[in-house]
């Protein structure tokens, strides 16, 4: 049997005899919702009866249809009643107060906040944030002077398995950026120093930069990118689940387990990323310079090697050693700030990449400042 | 054990020569059952024996080795990507943790299967959330969010997400663990009354002997050793069933690293 509707209405007493019969399903409720609304609409009734002797099919969507048709009654304050429910409805509706969802409720979706609100919380939060990054700076030196003292209770194994995936899987792609980022920085100056019959002076150029600014911080920011995202995913899922409570109740400190390894793998990969990363560059110079321009080799490299001191190599080791800590100190913070769930850890892996760069950038201006005074 | 008939038959469930398994390892070999509509069937075993995995098969979500799997007659190991979707809408799950989406209200979480199935109008769905959310005894909660009710709550507004669409097959992993008693009692009264009005048949993967006997019309009752299923009746028939010792030992809370005398 077809689903259908049909609806009797008797001009004299103005009752209203709704019919429904056949199937219905979530397919087909809506069609004749939307007839019955048709043929009702403007209408006033006493009374409306609702048969539904044939239907042969009845489920949820039956039941919505049924709720507003009441709905209807209830808004015009008509009588309603329901005739003819087949043993399969009644089992149906046994699980429900029919009558208490005639009234609607209201759905919200957690509001967003106005402009000026937001505003005035993300000042808050980054207030907030600051204090936190100092203490957490704070822990992280008891704990990493602690890890000095007893050096025995420091994970190496874990330590390994960290410098393995932050320092060494991070090599092919820092040599082809650095390489690239010689070849730019070579040709770069090559226009220009031309002008002036200085070609020479590209290998202090290259060798300077590589050195003392773009090594150390071009390295940091892909391990931010790279680990700094890492340790906050992990620590954050870990926080999720339960997992840092429990090694909380366990006695165990989370920051000597999980944040001292990272930041020992990190400090100790990111000076041997700088070396490669360096001489990636450096070696990107001479080739392009060999490629393009008539130096010989061994004046080009005797220049480079004169442009560089010690001082220069000593503040970019320093710089990354510095950078290294921080990266994979923030990582570890955001990922301990996770709150809730799965959603948030992946706020907090954003943040740990965004902060990682803006510490980078910024204690990168304080060395600047500092070495050149 | 019943022995799966020809391709169209009453049952709703069909599982064929089922082998499952990972890599190498081999979790069920060569298994057979049907269940019938409107049955309740609980499928257990100790810690390992395979219950999720059979579950996760079922529902289209791994690929077994060999063997075929027929939901309503229709088969789901075969089915391509529309297909499965189809026999999905048949199918409603209530994972072990309820799996609501954490940033959603239970109402959006209800309203989330529906939106994409049906064109319903937005009012109608409406009315279908509150209708959900009053079968499961959450009227009133339509705008919390997952985080913010107990754990009982979160497995029954994960029920409310699984009957959205009014499935003919509910699985159901492990609902009572974790939950208190009475909550325990009360998603298992639950699950009575949605087999009784809405005539799904439901498939429990459960060890809690009080909900097997409270629910269940048959178990099924797999083996780590075999890889196969070693008993199949109701919970009242393998509690007597002296032939098997597993069973009898996980019906009659037997611990197994005691000294049998009589042996
Ligand atoms: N994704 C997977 N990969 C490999 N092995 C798995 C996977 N999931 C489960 N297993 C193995 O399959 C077996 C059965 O697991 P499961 O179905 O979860 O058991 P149960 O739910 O009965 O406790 C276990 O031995 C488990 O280690
Ligand atoms: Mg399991």
Sequence with gaps: MPESLKIAIDKNTNIANVKLAGRLDVYNVSRILAQFNAQTNGQHFKKLLLELSEVSYFDSAGAALVIEIERFCKEQKCFFSITGMTKDIKNFLSLIDINSLANPVKFITPPREGIIIRTGKATLKLADDIKNIIIFIGQVTIALLYAVAHPKCVRWGDILVIFERAGVNAVPILITIQFLIGVILALLGAGQLKQFGAEIYIANLVAIAMVQELGPMITAVLVAGRSGAAFAAEIGTMKVSEEIDALESMGINPQHFLVIPRIIAVTLAMPCLLLIANVAGIVGGIVTVMLFLNIPLSMYITQTLNSIDMYIIFQGFLKSIIFAILISGVGCMRGFEVKGGAGNVGLSTTSAVVSGIFLIVVFNGVFTVIFNS | ?263
């Design chain 2, 1 to 263: 054990m019943n022995k799966p008939s020809d391709k169209f038959s009453n049952s709703i469930i069909q599982v064929c020569n089922l082998t499952t398994g990972y890599g190498d390892l081999i979790i069920h070999k060569n298994i057979s059952f049907n269940i019938e509509k409107g049955e309740i069937v609980a499928i257990c075993g100790g810690s390992g024996c395979g219950k999720s995995t059979l579950l996760r098969h079922m529902i289209g979500l791994e690929t077994p080795k060999s063997g075929d799997i027929l939901i309503d007659n229709e088969s789901i190991v075969n089915a391509n990507q529309k297909e499965k979707l189809k026999i999905l809408t048949k199918t409603g799950v209530l994972f072990q943790s309820g799996a609501l989406f954490g940033s959603l209200t239970l109402a959006e979480n209800i309203k989330l299967p529906i939106k994409e199935y049906t064109n319903l109008p937005s009012e109608t769905i409406e009315i279908l959330v509150q209708l959900k959310l009053e079968m499961v005894n959450l009227s009133g909660f339509e705008n919390y969010l997952p985080s913010e009710i107990s754990g009982g709550m979160k497995k029954r507004a994960g029920l409310a997400r699984a009957i959205a669409l009014d499935p003919m097959i509910l699985f159901f992993d492990e609902p009572s663990a974790g939950l208190d008693p009475v909550s325990s009692a009360d998603l298992d009264n639950l699950i009575l009354q949605i087999n009784k009005s809405l005539g799904a048949t439901i498939v429990i993967v459960t060890h809690e002997l009080a909900s097997i006997f409270e629910v269940a019309e048959r178990v099924i009752m797999l083996d780590k050793e075999t890889k196969s299923i070693i008993s199949d009746g109701t919970p009242e028939d393998l509690k007597r069933d002296k032939t098997n010792r597993q069973t009898y030992d996980f019906f009659n809370r037997i611990p197994s690293i005691i000294e049998r005398s009589n042996d």
